[in-house]
């Protein structure tokens, strides 16, 4: 009989072992380990052995000794189709199937790569002992709809860029973050052999930095250094100012990053970078990794930070630090339209301590509430600065001020009860705790 026509996920747990009282154990399943699919979790048992029904799609399997313990995970595409999987079943009328074994030498899963035939009896007779993948609000707190509207703009070409071996965790670091480590201890090494007056084999040297490169190389936390994350490099604060911008063109690119937001779409598809927030969200949620929370905080910023930008209709310009100036076509309506879309859905499927605690509610409140300012900058008294002021006219600024306050006012207000809601003008903007977030005091860049 063929298989159900969606994705079956078969995965074979640890060597089961038997100690002297006949009573079997495998490693690592205990009454308190988690293996999940997407943003669903469950307690895991020696009698699991995969997940069911799981609709065509990018999805994240990851695992976990406890709650409060690190994450491992891997993402897979799924396609429901027998034709396309490295697995392919004996009955050519079934659905696809992915096969995950785990690796006792890395303590973790990994995708079966080679062609492998699969016979349909060998996965009916597992197919009780399987988890049938969550699709209403009864058995998950995310809907299937709600994650594939989550995942639907991320290639696997996009991935594959991001997570480029396909293994995540919340250790895992960037290449970025590497780089900068093995800089400063190269620096830091040969600052040494000058004190003592001795030479430094800097290849010898930059050779061992590069072993952690090698993906089966462990470190203390039995991570693999060879899983990282590889998101493009974008700046906060007063690292995306203009290398030696003073006085008022400092302050201008600290209150407003349009000219940073000009040369990131220069160099960078925009869907690329909405993409990276995307992935990095996922990350962020399923596994509190770091690196994902920053990027994700900084491409957030760049959005929120940016009010010039929101005045060009589609064409923009951008000099860089060595004076070359660089034009392209770029449809901002569409950008940033496709964020606030985004934003809506990352905002009403996240767990609200995702704000609160992860992120901070002081930096993701100060942050929305200047975007809000900065957009409505006419229905605020004339003491506020604001580029956007006497802008109202443009198409683009009157469309984005519609489908924020229908969008994203709504669920802010709703999950941290926070009011965005615009004032008249000739009232007071500052917020409840009578803060001026007009006052670069309170507006904190570092």
């Known amino acids: ?58 999805h994240f399997l990851h695992y976990g000794a406890d709650d409060n313990s690190p994450r491992e995970g891997i993402w897979i595409y799924t396609t429901g189709d027998n034709n396309n999987s490295k697995c392919v079943t004996s009955n050519p009328g079934s659905g696809d199937v992915i096969e995950l074994k785990y690796n006792p030498k890395t303590e973790r899963y990994d995708v079966t790569h080679e062609q492998i035939i699969i016979r349909d009896e060998d996965v009916w007779k597992s197919y009780a002992y399987m988890i049938k993948y969550p699709t209403t609000e009864s058995t998950s707190k995310i809907t299937s709809t709600a994650w594939q509207n989550l995942t639907r703009d991320i290639s696997r070409k996009m991935l594959e860029s991001a997570i480029p071996t396909g293994h995540v965790s919340s250790l895992a670091s960037s290449a970025r973050e590497k780089d900068i480590l093995k800089r400063a201890l190269l620096e830091s090494a040969q600052l040494r052999a000058e004190r003592n007056d001795t030479n430094l084999d800097e290849d010898a040297l930059i050779a061992k930095l590069s072993l952690s490169d090698n993906p089966t190389t462990h470190s203390a936390d039995n991570s693999i250094e060879g899983d990282e994350l590889n998101f493009s490099n974008i700046a906060m604060g007063r690292q995306a100012v203009l290398e030696g911008a003073k006085g008022a063109e400092l302050t201008q690119q600290m209150f407003d990053r349009s000219w940073y937001f000009f040369n990131i779409l220069i160099q960078t598809e925009p869907k690329t970078i909405l993409a990276e927030w995307r992935i990095a969200f996922l990350v962020m949620v399923i596994f509190g990794n770091f690196i994902a929370i920053e990027h994700w905080k900084a491409i957030l910023e760049l959005f929120l930070k940016s009010e010039y930008i929101l005045t060009q209709e589609a064409h923009i310009q951008a000099t860089n630090g060595d004076g070359i100036k660089k034009e392209r076509h770029c449809d901002i309506l569409t950008l940033y339209s496709d964020f606030i879309d985004t934003f809506t859905l990352q905002l ?7 704000i609160t605690e992860i992120v901070t509610e002081e930096y993701f409140v100060r942050h929305v509430r200047h975007f809000t300012r900065a957009l409505f900058a006419n229905d605020y008294h004339s003491g506020f600065d604001s580029t956007l002021v006497d802008k109202s006219h443009s198409q683009t600024v009157k469309l984005l001020r519609e ?13 941290l009860r926070v009011d965005l809601t615009p004032t008249t003008k000739g009232q007071d903007n500052s917020d409840d705790s009578g803060e001026d977030y007009n006052s670069d005091e309170n507006d904190h860049y570092d």
């Open 1 to 58: 009989m063929p298989l159900p026509p969606l994705t079956t996920i078969v995965i074979h747990p640890p060597p089961v072992n038997t100690n002297n009282d006949g009573i079997s154990s495998a490693p690592h399943i205990t009454n308190t380990a988690l293996f999940g699919i997407d943003l669903t979790y469950f307690n895991l048992t020696p009698q699991f052995r995969g997940i069911k029904l799981v609709p065509p799609g990018l």
């Open 348 to 354: 009403t499927t996240a767990p609200s301590e995702l």
């Open 403 to 415: 489908k924020w306050s229908n969008k994203v006012i709504p669920v802010v207000q709703k999950v």
